[in-house]
């Protein structure tokens, strides 16, 4: 049995729109169902680690019953001082440092098909897949001017960046190792001024380089061409970099959606005709 975990920390669509009504999209909405759901039904227990607005939100719309191990407000407590423009996956970090190891952290846009235990033997870490250290994304650590008091020079900049839309942590002396890291940086750089390579070097580059720091066992269980190709065995199915292009074409958008409906129609009967009463999910379940 493995526990994992989403997150939803809704400061950072707030200071992209000051006085708005917090929504999700439909196709994260669906995509988040079939991600909990699978999950439950393949490999354990899921809950949502969150703020109090994200939790009034899926209550509201009816859909915490997804997560059984509950949906937990955890996000409140994100210190004022994170910049919720330059670190918007913040939330993710500080909820991992709230999770015991063994655990999962997965994104609500990822979806694992299939148990994954059998991928994990023998592995203190794991990451859904490498990235390729293209300088405008993961620049050298002159980048970071408005970092003060981090020690860069304390980590191996040679190694890939892991994805972390879905990671895996065995124990909990490396996930703390791996987030008292990240949030320190994050502390650290409170005049960031880039909205993505602050964020991916505390996500992403600095999993890496604290696994090599502390000598562990690490691999991705996918890697791009495969994810997107479609050509994992099945395993998972990741939709980030198919949004903007669904947000682009109405007609991508809705067929997108009535087929995750579908999807859980199928396999989630029961689950689905709750969702199917959401005003703003109804219309593809029709």
């Known amino acids: 049995m493995l526990r994992a975990f ?3 920390w809704t400061r950072p ?3 992209r729109n000051p006085g708005g009504e917090y929504a999700v999209e439909p196709f994260e909405l669906l995509t ?3 991600s909990a759901l699978a999950w439950r039904r393949e490999n ?3 809950r949502m680690i969150c703020d109090t607005k994200a939790q009034r939100y899926y209550d509201a719309l009816g859909l915490s019953f997804l997560w059984d191990e509950g949906v937990h407000p955890l996000l409140d407590a994100v210190p004022e001082d994170v910049n919720p423009m330059a670190f918007w996956a913040a939330g993710k970090l500080y909820a991992l440092s709230a999770m015991p190891a063994p655990c999962v952290m997965i994104d609500t846009d990822l979806i694992c098909w299939k148990p994954l235990a059998p991928l994990l033997d023998g592995l203190d870490a794991a990451a859904i897949h490498r990235e390729d250290i293209m300088p405008d994304i993961y620049p050298g650590p002159e980048a970071f001017r408005q970092t003060r008091g981090f020690d860069f020079s304390a980590f191996d900049w040679s190694v890939q960046p892991l994805n972390t839309a879905l990671a895996y942590f065995r124990n ?6 791996y987030t008292d890291a990240a949030i320190r940086f994050i ?3 409170t005049g960031a001024d880039d909205v993505l390579t602050y964020m991916v070097f505390a996500e992403q580059r600095l999993l890496a380089m604290c696994a090599a720091q502390k000598k562990a066992r690490v691999t991705a269980l996918s890697d791009l061409a495969a994810l997107f190709g479609g050509e994992q065995q099945g395993y998972f199915t990741h939709i980030w970099g198919f949004k903007q292009q669904m947000r682009d074409e109405p007609a991508l958008y809705e067929d997108f959606c009535r087929r995750c409906a579908a999807r859980l129609r199928r396999d989630f009967p029961d ?3 709750r969702i199917a009463q959401i005003p703003a999910l109804a219309p593809y379940f029709g």
Do not use: K, Q, V
């Open 32 to 34: 988040t169902a079939l």
């Open 172 to 177: 909990n002396d490396f996930r703390r190792y």
């Open 6 to 8: 989403h997150s939803n």
């Open 187 to 189: 502390r650290c750089s």
């Open 44 to 46: 354990g227990p899921i």
């Open 13 to 15: 669509f707030f200071a």
């Open 271 to 273: 689950a689905a005709e």
